[in-house]
């Protein structure tokens, strides 16, 4: 048994959820899911970001205080992760005490240790991305990723000395090859090192939302710097309950691709500067693209797309949970961009999982009501569906553990297809009631046992129903995956439940 602490990024409140931030979600929720299955203890964090510019002008355009539009537009993630089933331990506002609490103690370190002074920032500023962009690093004035004009910044502000780790920071991306992944996001975030460093704002004086400055009155934590240590607030850093020696050695960041330099370049070295290792991993997913631009509360602003057509809350009323989790988990590998649609999760349900893994539910609970009095036959030991089946878990279960949901899970529709193919050669709905067909049915049971336990992470409520259909007790996360996921332990005796289609197909002209 180990320990596993997955974090998403806290997303931003200046608007609703959508299904850009579902992705990240339920990946985080789908390994937070298979970790617990594999016994580690895990813990899984994820919140909102509520101060910085884009917040208080949200809330002054809505007519109401930061804190009541951050308390009405936080409310609005939970209910989006309460719709997809989202297993969090831990949601984290920035607007709590133990946040201000942990930022001011950390930052105090660095500022104590000696890695912050203060100057002047003159500069162009993205109130959208909430950073300082240089004439060479815009688009000719704009922001490389909304588009927008820069706005030119003039403040006194305290800098973060970055400059300073340029060389720890090559030599740590040296010695920890796998800190980063996929590879091709890894050299992306070293190639931001290898250009050379920059000392950076820390604080702003032109606003007030946002965690004071413990040794300066009249400045606040920029909110990149302020966001970036909730990792640590969740772990008790600087409180009474400190966990940070327990979890963060084991510490796992999934995000998206646009913050790669916020997390892979500017948090080590801030680690670093409190006297901490950097976090243990950082796991860079893509973009979800709709007719080949990134989701985003940009695209609605511009008319591109309604968020509540993109909501969590309408796709799931829409499809159901776990087929929307399912569709976000299997369509993209983790690390690459993808495409979102009504249409590509409506062919992913119909082929997946109606035509798939709900039709060999149902052709054999039909069938051992039919044939075997509705009691499921156990399976047999040299079935030829075995060996697959075994290759199949070895597959799934080294795919989930390398951050590969997409993986897992083909590896298991693999086994489901096997299984179809194999209940077509055998024909068991035309053979008579004995010794054979039980065997047939035995076998096909217990495939759906094991596609139960390796698919629970990403479809726990789906899982939980088929467990309950072919007649056992408990759920299919109650065990390790390692003792359950072993080919023949269906015990044969139980009573199947044929009930309603698991997964009725939705007609693609709907």
Request: proline fraction near 5%.
């Given at each position: 048994m180990g320990r596993f602490y997955i974090t998403t990024p806290i997303y931003y409140v200046n608007d609703a959820p959508h299904v850009g931030h579902a992705y990240t979600t339920v990946n985080a929720d789908a390994l937070a899911r298979w970790h617990r299955l594999r016994g580690d203890e895990t813990k899984f964090l994820t919140g909102t970001d509520e101060h910085g510019q884009k917040v208080a002008d949200a809330a002054a355009k809505n007519g109401v205080s930061p804190q009541e539009w951050t308390d009405r537009t936080s409310a609005r993630f939970r209910e989006a992760w309460d719709a997809l089933g989202i297993s969090y331990d831990d949601f984290l506002r920035t607007t709590e005490p133990r946040h201000y609490e942990t930022v001011q103690k950390f930052l105090g370190a660095i500022y104590d240790n000696g890695y912050i002074y203060k100057d002047v920032y003159h500069g162009l500023y993205c109130v959208s991305c909430e950073d300082y962009y240089t004439l060479e690093s815009s688009d000719e004035g704009r922001c490389p990723i909304h588009a927008r004009a820069l706005t030119e910044m003039q403040e006194e502000n305290w800098f973060f000395r970055l400059s300073a780790f340029e060389d720890r920071l090559r030599d740590y991306y040296e010695h920890h090859p796998d800190f980063v992944t996929p590879e091709t996001k890894r050299n992306e975030a070293f190639s931001f090192i290898r250009g050379g460093l920059r000392d950076i704002s820390i604080t702003r004086t032109s606003i007030s939302w946002g965690v004071p400055v413990p040794w300066d009155d009249g400045h606040v934590f920029y909110v990149w710097y302020d966001a970036l240590i909730n990792y640590m607030t969740a772990i008790g850093y600087g409180r009474e309950g400190d966990e940070v020696s327990t979890w963060w050695p084991s510490s796992h960041h999934l995000i998206g691709k646009e913050i790669i330099r916020f997390h892979c370049v500017w948090w080590p070295a801030?680690?670093?500067?409190?006297?901490?290792?950097?976090?243990?991993?950082?796991?860079?997913?893509?973009?979800?693209?709709?007719?080949?631009?990134?989701?985003?509360?940009?695209?609605?602003?511009?008319?591109?797309?309604?968020?509540?057509?993109?909501?969590?809350?309408?796709?799931?009323?829409?499809?159901?949970?776990?087929?929307?989790?399912?569709?976000?988990?299997?369509?993209?590998?983790?690390?690459?961009?993808?495409?979102?649609?009504?249409?590509?999760?409506?062919?992913?349900?119909?082929?997946?999982?109606a035509n798939n893994l709900g039709n060999l539910m149902s052709r054999v609970a039909t069938v051992v009501s039919s044939k075997c009095a509705g009691v499921g036959p156990a399976p047999r030991a040299d079935s030829t569906l075995a060996p697959l089946a075994r290759t199949a878990i070895a597959d799934a279960m080294a795919a989930w553990d390398d951050f590969s949901p997409q993986g897992a899970l083909e590896a298991t529709w693999r086994l489901l297809n096997a299984t179809n193919a194999y209940l077509e050669e055998h024909a068991p709905w035309k053979m008579a009631p004995g010794p054979e067909v039980e065997a047939v049915l035995g076998d096909a049971l217990e495939v759906l046992r094991l596609v139960a336990v390796l698919v629970t992470p990403a479809m726990p409520g789906v899982c939980g129903e088929i467990w309950r259909r072919i007649g056992l007790s408990g759920a299919p996360d109650v065990a390790p995956v390692t003792e359950s996921a072993?080919?023949?332990?269906?015990?044969?005796?139980?009573?199947?439940?044929?009930?309603e289609p698991l997964f009725p197909r939705i007609r693609s002209d709907a």
């Open positions: 801030m680690c670093m500067a409190a006297g901490l290792e950097p976090p243990r991993h950082v796991q860079v997913h893509g973009w979800l693209l709709m007719g080949g631009q990134k989701l985003s509360k940009t695209m609605a602003a511009e008319g591109v797309v309604k968020l509540t057509d993109i909501a969590p809350v309408t796709l799931t009323s829409e499809f159901g949970v776990d087929p929307v989790r399912y569709y976000l988990l299997r369509e993209t590998s983790l690390g690459n961009d993808g495409e979102f649609s009504h249409e590509g999760i409506t062919t992913r349900y119909n082929t997946d999982l072993l080919w023949g332990l269906y015990p044969g005796g139980c009573s199947v439940d044929k009930g």
